[in-house]
Protein backbone atom coordinates (compact mmCIF):
# COMPACT_ATOMS: atom_id res chain seq x y z
CA UNK A 1 0.00 0.00 0.00
CA UNK A 2 2.92 2.51 0.78
CA UNK A 3 4.75 1.74 -2.88
CA UNK A 4 1.27 2.41 -4.22
CA UNK A 5 1.15 5.75 -2.14
CA UNK A 6 4.08 6.72 -3.22
CA UNK A 7 3.96 5.63 -6.90
CA UNK A 8 0.82 7.62 -6.76
CA UNK A 9 2.56 10.66 -5.60
CA UNK A 10 5.35 10.40 -7.41
CA UNK A 11 3.13 10.73 -10.87
CA UNK A 12 0.98 13.37 -9.49
CA UNK A 13 4.25 15.30 -9.38
CA UNK A 14 5.33 14.41 -12.83
CA UNK A 15 2.35 15.21 -14.22
CA UNK A 16 2.28 18.87 -12.26
CA UNK A 17 5.98 19.08 -13.39
CA UNK A 18 4.96 18.24 -17.12
CA UNK A 19 1.75 20.52 -17.54
CA UNK A 20 3.58 23.54 -18.12
CA UNK A 21 5.45 21.89 -20.75
CA UNK A 22 2.34 20.84 -22.47
CA UNK A 23 0.66 23.86 -22.12
CA UNK A 24 3.33 25.67 -24.13
CA UNK A 25 3.53 22.95 -26.82
CA UNK A 26 -0.31 22.90 -26.85
CA UNK A 27 -0.39 26.74 -27.15
CA UNK A 28 2.03 26.81 -29.97
CA UNK A 29 -0.02 24.65 -32.31
CA UNK A 30 -3.22 27.15 -31.80
CA UNK A 31 -4.41 29.81 -33.96
CA UNK A 32 -4.92 33.05 -32.39
CA UNK A 33 -8.59 33.04 -32.15
CA UNK A 34 -8.46 29.33 -30.40
CA UNK A 35 -5.53 31.32 -28.08
CA UNK A 36 -7.54 34.23 -27.28
CA UNK A 37 -10.87 32.22 -26.68
CA UNK A 38 -12.59 32.87 -23.47
CA UNK A 39 -13.51 28.72 -23.33
CA UNK A 40 -9.78 27.71 -23.69
CA UNK A 41 -9.06 24.27 -24.39
CA UNK A 42 -6.63 21.56 -23.37
CA UNK A 43 -5.79 19.91 -26.58
CA UNK A 44 -5.95 22.77 -30.00
CA UNK A 45 -9.11 22.02 -32.16
CA UNK A 46 -7.70 23.31 -35.06
CA UNK A 47 -3.81 22.58 -35.07
CA UNK A 48 -1.70 24.72 -36.82
CA UNK A 49 2.09 25.51 -37.79
CA UNK A 50 1.77 28.78 -38.64
CA UNK A 51 3.35 30.10 -35.78
CA UNK A 52 6.20 28.29 -36.24
CA UNK A 53 6.00 29.32 -39.68
CA UNK A 54 6.03 32.95 -38.65
CA UNK A 55 9.14 32.34 -36.32
CA UNK A 56 11.58 30.42 -38.91
CA UNK A 57 10.80 32.41 -41.85
CA UNK A 58 10.42 35.94 -40.89
CA UNK A 59 12.34 38.42 -39.04
CA UNK A 60 12.24 39.46 -35.42
CA UNK A 61 13.98 42.77 -36.09
CA UNK A 62 15.10 44.18 -39.48
CA UNK A 63 17.95 42.01 -40.95
CA UNK A 64 18.01 39.13 -38.31
CA UNK A 65 16.28 36.17 -37.66
CA UNK A 66 15.37 33.56 -35.25
CA UNK A 67 18.04 31.45 -36.78
CA UNK A 68 20.48 34.46 -36.24
CA UNK A 69 19.86 34.66 -33.01
CA UNK A 70 19.95 30.51 -32.39
CA UNK A 71 23.43 30.61 -33.90
CA UNK A 72 24.65 33.36 -31.49
CA UNK A 73 23.26 30.91 -28.73
CA UNK A 74 24.45 27.90 -29.63
CA UNK A 75 28.56 29.58 -29.87
CA UNK A 76 28.21 30.92 -26.49
CA UNK A 77 26.46 27.72 -24.99
CA UNK A 78 29.04 25.49 -26.47
CA UNK A 79 32.12 27.49 -25.77
CA UNK A 80 31.20 27.81 -21.68
CA UNK A 81 30.37 23.95 -21.71
CA UNK A 82 33.88 23.21 -23.62
CA UNK A 83 35.99 25.39 -21.25
CA UNK A 84 34.15 25.01 -18.30
CA UNK A 85 35.05 21.45 -18.46
CA UNK A 86 38.62 21.50 -19.79
CA UNK A 87 39.42 24.24 -16.69
CA UNK A 88 37.49 22.95 -14.09
CA UNK A 89 38.95 18.93 -14.98
CA UNK A 90 42.26 20.67 -14.67
CA UNK A 91 42.21 22.76 -11.58
CA UNK A 92 39.73 19.58 -9.32
CA UNK A 93 42.65 17.82 -10.78
CA UNK A 94 45.21 19.83 -8.85
CA UNK A 95 43.17 20.44 -5.73
CA UNK A 96 42.05 16.42 -5.28
CA UNK A 97 45.35 15.48 -6.41
CA UNK A 98 48.11 17.70 -4.84
CA UNK A 99 49.16 19.42 -1.75
CA UNK A 100 49.98 23.28 -1.93
CA UNK A 101 49.76 26.71 -0.10
CA UNK A 102 45.89 28.27 0.39
CA UNK A 103 44.60 24.89 -1.35
CA UNK A 104 41.68 25.68 1.69
CA UNK A 105 41.31 28.75 1.34
CA UNK A 106 41.00 28.09 -2.42
CA UNK A 107 38.57 25.63 -1.81
CA UNK A 108 36.59 27.88 0.67
CA UNK A 109 36.65 30.20 -1.91
CA UNK A 110 34.94 28.46 -4.12
CA UNK A 111 31.67 27.98 -2.20
CA UNK A 112 31.57 31.70 -0.85
CA UNK A 113 31.32 32.78 -4.80
CA UNK A 114 28.40 30.87 -5.32
CA UNK A 115 26.82 33.16 -2.80
CA UNK A 116 27.12 36.21 -4.18
CA UNK A 117 23.70 37.14 -5.82
CA UNK A 118 24.73 37.81 -9.69
CA UNK A 119 22.72 41.01 -9.96
CA UNK A 120 25.10 42.32 -7.65
CA UNK A 121 28.11 41.60 -10.11
CA UNK A 122 26.82 43.00 -13.01
CA UNK A 123 28.26 46.61 -13.12
CA UNK A 124 32.19 45.68 -11.99
CA UNK A 125 31.61 42.84 -14.55
CA UNK A 126 30.49 45.57 -17.03
CA UNK A 127 33.19 48.00 -16.23
CA UNK A 128 36.06 45.30 -16.58
CA UNK A 129 34.32 43.99 -19.92
CA UNK A 130 34.50 47.64 -20.96
CA UNK A 131 38.25 48.16 -20.03
CA UNK A 132 39.51 44.75 -22.00
CA UNK A 133 37.79 46.00 -25.13
CA UNK A 134 35.38 42.80 -25.37
CA UNK A 135 31.69 45.02 -24.83
CA UNK A 136 29.25 43.94 -27.40
CA UNK A 137 31.09 40.68 -28.53
CA UNK A 138 29.83 37.18 -28.15
CA UNK A 139 33.50 36.61 -26.11
CA UNK A 140 32.40 38.67 -22.87
CA UNK A 141 29.11 36.37 -22.46
CA UNK A 142 31.70 33.00 -22.74
CA UNK A 143 33.96 34.78 -20.41
CA UNK A 144 31.27 35.73 -17.94
CA UNK A 145 29.49 32.53 -18.20
CA UNK A 146 32.72 30.64 -17.82
CA UNK A 147 33.58 32.37 -14.27
CA UNK A 148 29.80 31.66 -13.03
CA UNK A 149 30.21 27.96 -13.72
CA UNK A 150 33.64 27.24 -12.94
CA UNK A 151 33.34 27.47 -9.12
CA UNK A 152 30.33 24.85 -9.07
CA UNK A 153 32.11 22.96 -11.87
CA UNK A 154 35.55 22.56 -10.23
CA UNK A 155 33.83 21.62 -6.68
CA UNK A 156 31.95 18.86 -8.18
CA UNK A 157 34.64 17.39 -10.03
CA UNK A 158 36.64 17.11 -7.09
CA UNK A 159 34.86 14.62 -5.73
CA UNK A 160 34.85 12.68 -8.91
CA UNK A 161 38.53 12.64 -9.02
CA UNK A 162 38.90 12.24 -5.08
CA UNK A 163 37.05 9.19 -5.45
CA UNK A 164 39.27 7.78 -8.15
CA UNK A 165 41.51 4.87 -6.68
CA UNK A 166 45.24 6.39 -6.53
CA UNK A 167 46.44 2.92 -6.89
CA UNK A 168 44.93 2.96 -10.67
CA UNK A 169 47.46 6.00 -11.55
CA UNK A 170 50.22 4.04 -9.62
CA UNK A 171 49.57 1.15 -11.85
CA UNK A 172 49.81 3.03 -14.52
CA UNK A 173 52.89 4.86 -13.80
CA UNK A 174 54.69 1.38 -13.21
CA UNK A 175 53.31 -0.01 -16.51
CA UNK A 176 55.16 3.00 -18.29
CA UNK A 177 52.67 5.26 -18.48
CA UNK A 178 53.26 9.46 -18.67
CA UNK A 179 51.34 11.81 -16.32
CA UNK A 180 49.37 12.95 -19.33
CA UNK A 181 48.81 9.67 -20.58
CA UNK A 182 47.20 8.67 -17.35
CA UNK A 183 45.27 11.47 -17.11
CA UNK A 184 44.07 10.63 -20.82
CA UNK A 185 43.52 6.82 -20.63
CA UNK A 186 42.86 6.35 -16.92
CA UNK A 187 41.53 9.76 -14.90
CA UNK A 188 39.84 11.45 -17.76
CA UNK A 189 37.06 8.10 -18.27
CA UNK A 190 36.13 7.94 -14.97
CA UNK A 191 35.61 11.13 -14.32
CA UNK A 192 33.47 11.41 -17.52
CA UNK A 193 30.22 11.63 -15.52
CA UNK A 194 30.79 14.30 -13.48
CA UNK A 195 32.36 16.17 -16.49
CA UNK A 196 29.10 15.20 -18.28
CA UNK A 197 26.84 16.63 -14.64
CA UNK A 198 28.78 20.00 -14.70
CA UNK A 199 28.42 20.96 -18.88
CA UNK A 200 25.10 20.23 -18.49
CA UNK A 201 24.79 23.32 -15.51
CA UNK A 202 27.03 25.11 -17.70
CA UNK A 203 25.52 24.66 -20.41
CA UNK A 204 22.14 25.55 -18.86
CA UNK A 205 23.30 28.53 -17.07
CA UNK A 206 24.96 29.90 -20.73
CA UNK A 207 21.66 29.05 -22.73
CA UNK A 208 19.03 30.86 -20.11
CA UNK A 209 20.90 34.13 -18.86
CA UNK A 210 19.26 36.94 -19.75
CA UNK A 211 20.76 39.91 -17.99
CA UNK A 212 24.67 39.42 -18.85
CA UNK A 213 23.44 39.00 -22.88
CA UNK A 214 21.35 41.83 -22.91
CA UNK A 215 23.44 44.31 -20.62
CA UNK A 216 26.71 43.17 -22.07
CA UNK A 217 25.47 43.41 -25.58
CA UNK A 218 24.35 45.98 -27.88
CA UNK A 219 23.83 45.12 -31.63
CA UNK A 220 20.60 43.54 -32.27
CA UNK A 221 22.29 40.71 -34.69
CA UNK A 222 24.68 39.39 -32.17
CA UNK A 223 21.93 39.55 -29.11
CA UNK A 224 21.11 35.52 -27.66
CA UNK A 225 18.08 33.49 -27.72
CA UNK A 226 17.06 34.68 -24.12
CA UNK A 227 16.95 38.83 -25.29
CA UNK A 228 15.35 37.68 -28.63
CA UNK A 229 12.49 36.27 -26.97
CA UNK A 230 11.32 39.43 -25.24
CA UNK A 231 10.77 41.29 -28.90
CA UNK A 232 7.53 39.10 -28.68
CA UNK A 233 6.40 41.42 -25.44
CA UNK A 234 4.74 44.29 -26.44
CA UNK A 235 3.60 47.71 -24.83
CA UNK A 236 -0.43 47.08 -25.43
CA UNK A 237 -0.39 43.08 -26.49
CA UNK A 238 1.39 39.92 -26.31
CA UNK A 239 2.24 37.24 -29.34
CA UNK A 240 1.60 34.18 -27.05
CA UNK A 241 1.15 31.99 -29.65
CA UNK A 242 4.54 33.00 -31.30
CA UNK A 243 6.00 32.95 -27.49
CA UNK A 244 4.76 29.59 -27.01
CA UNK A 245 6.24 28.15 -30.56
CA UNK A 246 9.91 30.11 -29.78
CA UNK A 247 10.04 28.63 -26.08
CA UNK A 248 9.17 25.29 -27.43
CA UNK A 249 12.21 25.63 -29.84
CA UNK A 250 14.40 27.29 -27.81
CA UNK A 251 13.52 24.12 -25.21
CA UNK A 252 14.74 21.64 -27.53
CA UNK A 253 18.47 22.11 -27.84
CA UNK A 254 17.94 21.76 -23.72
CA UNK A 255 16.73 18.12 -24.14
CA UNK A 256 18.54 17.29 -27.43
CA UNK A 257 21.67 18.15 -24.87
CA UNK A 258 20.49 15.93 -22.44
CA UNK A 259 19.54 12.85 -24.05
CA UNK A 260 23.18 12.76 -25.48
CA UNK A 261 24.95 12.70 -22.60
CA UNK A 262 22.68 11.10 -20.02
CA UNK A 263 23.74 7.99 -20.49
CA UNK A 264 26.94 8.98 -18.98
CA UNK A 265 25.28 10.54 -16.14
CA UNK A 266 24.03 7.55 -14.70
CA UNK A 267 27.15 5.13 -15.24
CA UNK A 268 29.49 3.91 -12.37
CA UNK A 269 32.41 5.82 -11.93
CA UNK A 270 35.16 2.94 -11.43
CA UNK A 271 32.85 -0.10 -12.21
CA UNK A 272 34.98 -2.84 -13.15
CA UNK A 273 38.00 -0.47 -12.70
CA UNK A 274 39.70 -2.50 -10.06
CA UNK A 275 39.98 -6.47 -10.17
CA UNK A 276 38.21 -8.16 -6.74
Known sequence: ????????????????AAFPVYWMIATSLKPNEEIFSTTPR???????????????TGNLIPGVT??????????????????????ALLAATAVARF???????????????QMIPLEALVIPLFLMIQRLGLYNT???????????????????????????????????AIDGASRAQTFRRILFPLVAPGLVA????????????????L?????QDRYTLPVAMTFFFGRD?????SVMAASTLFTLPVIVFFLLVQRRMVSGLVAGAVKG
Do not use: Q
Open 198 to 213: TSIFSFITAWNELIFA
Open 215 to 219: TFVND
Open 99 to 113: RFTLRTSFLIMLLVV
Open 1 to 16: MKKVALNCAGLLVALF
Open 138 to 172: LPSLILTYLGFSLPFAIWMLRGFVAAVPKELEEAA
Open 237 to 241: DTAWG
Open 42 to 56: PVPAEPTLAHYREIL
Open 66 to 87: FADFFLNSVIVAVSTVVLSGLV
